[in-house]
């Protein structure tokens, strides 16, 4: 004789599928919260960007007008309404004003360079994961 016996009820069973579901809304719930943090870093790396350049574009036009008052100050000088004190002043100001514009340009390389590995990332993580998920994907 065969004998078969199911159980109407399995409470193990039914406690798994519910361990089960909630495991994966967790994992949603992190998923989706990964997603929206990587769209504000995205976000952020191209604000970098703007700000690194409006940064160069003011240490530019601060070196514009350091150079304009070394000038105005060697001429002075020329004339004797200025002493040479002025100028290595207003030398020192334009040097400085140069190095602030070698160090924005280089915040502008760094912003740039940063969102473009960001955009590498990004396509390596989707390759990989369309990967994984299979080619119908």
């Not at 100050?73 to 040097?95: C, F, H, I, P, R």
Request: aromatic share 14%; glycine share 2%.
């Amino acid at each position: 004789t065969v004998s078969l016996t199911q159980p109407v009820f399995n409470y193990a069973s039914y406690q798994n599928w519910r361990s089960g579901v909630w495991s994966s809304k967790s994992s949603m719930t992190t998923f989706n919260y990964q997603n929206q943090q990587f769209m504000v870093n995205v976000a952020n790396a191209y604000f970098d960007i703007l700000q690194a350049q409006e940064s160069l574009d003011y240490r530019l036009a601060a070196k514009k007008s350091y150079y304009f008052t070394l000038s105005q100050t060697k001429e002075k000088m020329k004339v004797g309404l200025s002493t040479e004190n002025d100028v290595k002043q207003a030398l020192a100001d334009y040097d400085s004003s140069v190095a602030e514009v070698i160090k924005a340009q280089n915040n502008v390389k760094v912003a740039k360079i940063a969102t473009i590995w960001m955009e590498v990332v990004v396509k390596l993580v989707t390759k990989h994961v369309k990967y994984a998920m299979g080619k119908n994907y």
